[in-house]
């Protein structure tokens, strides 16, 4: 993207805002002009690592800051939908980390305000913009598979109370739907549309978060089957079956690298090969008669991704993206309120 240079600003200094600083390093023409957080010693020290400009403790300084181009919500999930509100109310762009919002309501306040103000408003579901997960999209519009008619997700992994307690707060937005089942969720929108039906139930810990979230969703000639939780580590693999072969966005899924497709013939060989044996991981990527695997690697976590997805449309004056508009968030979100403490 060649022209005026773009100068970021963000909210947050852990570890998802590190890596957003970090995959902003990757692009030209753009500048961190300011980090805000609460702790000033954590603001300065974070500027002084990425080279940001300037650092605030104060919010209303920070959106004030006439250079900020735009603004990267990274703070805990409960905040978000305040956070985004301000930054909308102070006239900047903003995305916003998934979730978007802690709940369907709150996301609702945030399409609202950017509305009312026309300002750019988005979801950081960053995955939507992997250049695999693009492809994949671009091959099942062209109808590469047929007619989709399923979708299989699992995205789960191992995590305690004791080695990240924030995913274990009620308070802070925490449990596995809001932190992992929202990538699934995402997909199977971004695929297929609204479903007709949801369906599905969670486990609930001992911390009053949902540790495991199971979906079953309807579209109209497809269903959807997804889980997420903080109880195992999964196959994390995202597959869609259509009536003349699949597709599978191999894992991670939600930072895929590399995407597989595969014949009528062989479609049903999409739903194995999810061990984790140095063999089962070898054996998927050989190239077998009826299967094509494709690699889209990159550099960095894949956050400059949405970032360019961002900046291109500020300077276009969208304030939706096409890709990610703030409707399929809210319908994320409306699919886990209605799951979500199922037992």
């Known amino acids: ?49 990425f080279a940001v400009a300037r650092s605030f403790a104060d919010p209303d300084r920070f959106l004030a800051d006439p250079e ?71 091959l099942v519009e062209e109808g590469r ?11 789960a992994y191992r995590r305690t109370e004791a080695a990240d307690g924030r995913l274990f707060r009620p308070e802070l937005g925490g449990g596995a739907a809001l932190d992992l089942g929202v990538y699934p969720l995402s997909l199977a929108i971004h695929f297929l549309g609204r479903p007709t039906s949801v369906s599905g139930s969670s486990r609930i810990g001992a911390s009053g978060v949902d540790v495991r979230t199971e979906f079953r969703l309807a579209f109209e000639g497809a269903q959807a089957h997804l889980s997420c939780g903080f109880d195992r580590d999964g196959d994390n693999r995202f597959i869609v079956i259509g009536s003349e072969g699949a597709l599978r966005l191999e894992a991670p899924f939600l930072k ?62 969208k304030t939706q993206s096409a890709v990610m508009p703030i409707a399929d968030s809210i319908a994320g979100l409306e699919i886990i309120e209605t799951v979500r403490f199922v037992r």
């Not at 993207?1 to 030209?28: K, V």
């Open 1 to 49: 993207m060649i022209g005026r240079t773009f100068n970021w600003g963000i909210i947050g200094t852990g570890g998802i805002a590190r890596q957003f600083a970090a995959d902003l390093r990757l692009l030209p023409y753009v500048r961190l002009a300011g980090v805000c957080s609460r702790d000033e010693r954590r603001a300065a020290a974070f500027a002084a690592e």
């Open 256 to 317: 895929a690298q590399r995407l597989t497709l595969f014949s009528q013939s062989s479609a049903k060989a999409a739903l194995g090969g999810g061990g984790r044996s140095l063999l089962s991981r070898v054996a998927a990527r050989l190239p077998l008669p009826g299967r094509e695997i494709r690699s889209h690697a990159f550099d960095g976590v894949g956050l400059r991704f949405e970032a360019e997805a961002v900046m291109r449309a500020v300077r276009d004056g």
């Open 145 to 155: 598979i047929g007619e989709v008619r399923e979708i299989r997700a699992e995205l």
């Open 68 to 138: 900020i181009d735009a603004v990267y919500v990274a703070s805990p999930n409960s905040v978000h939908a305040d956070q985004a509100v301000a930054a909308i109310e102070a006239g900047k762009p903003v995305l916003v980390e998934k979730p978007l919002a802690v709940s369907a309501n709150e996301a609702r306040r945030i399409a609202d305000a950017a509305a009312a103000r026309r300002i750019f408003a988005m979801e950081g579901l960053w995955t939507r913009f992997l250049p695999a997960v693009r492809e994949a999209k671009r």
